[in-house]
């Protein structure tokens, strides 16, 4: 009798276990959609930064094309025996090969007496920084010689700008 109740529960146990087996199968065989103007393997291109020609050719976008990184480092020096007066330098990543860049302003202007620094355009070619007169301060660019210096956005009569960033 102990036996038969024995093997009861032991078929119990077996038969809990087997009901209880998980088991996932893998798809072996699945080939993504062929991808179109308007659908990329269930992605849909948004036609702008991601796209795909009339072949199925994926391709990006870019609004930077040819420009790479330009390994420049650009800084604001003061001049030595002067309060205010700021000079913008460049040189390589490791300070090697440094270089003023030649800017000259009109009379009452100079570049921001804070030393805010400048900012170079992703070409590597232009140069953005903050000037500054008795009232206000604006935002002028130059290309990276120094030469071409114009005002890029009045700070008016009241302003305190600062550039952010030149992207």
């Known amino acids: 009798m102990g036996s038969i109740v024995v093997l009861i529960f032991s078929l119990a146990v077996i038969l809990f276990q087997v009901s209880c ?33 009339a072949t199925g050719k994926i391709s990006t976008a870019s609004n930077t094309a040819g420009i790479q990184q330009q390994n420049i480092l650009l800084f604001v ?26 800017i000259t302003l009109s009379a009452g202007l100079s570049i921001d007496e804070e030393g805010r620094s400048p900012r170079l ?11 500054r007169n008795s009232i206000n301060s604006s935002i002028y660019s130059c290309n990276i010689d120094g030469t071409n210096v114009k005002q890029v ?14 992207y």
């Open 21 to 53: 087996q998980k088991s996932a199968n893998a798809q072996q065989n699945y080939t993504l959609p062929v991808a179109t103007p308007t659908v990329l393997g269930g992605v849909k291109p948004d036609g702008v930064t991601i796209m795909v020609d």
């Open 77 to 102: 020096k003061r001049i030595a025996g002067t309060s205010f007066t700021y000079e913008i330098w460049t040189a390589n990543y490791d300070g090697t090969n440094q270089k003023k860049i030649n």
């Open 153 to 166: 956005i009045d700070g008016g009569t009241t302003s305190n700008l600062s550039i952010g960033g030149a």
């Open 121 to 131: 355009s992703p070409d590597g070619k232009t140069v953005f920084f903050d000037v």
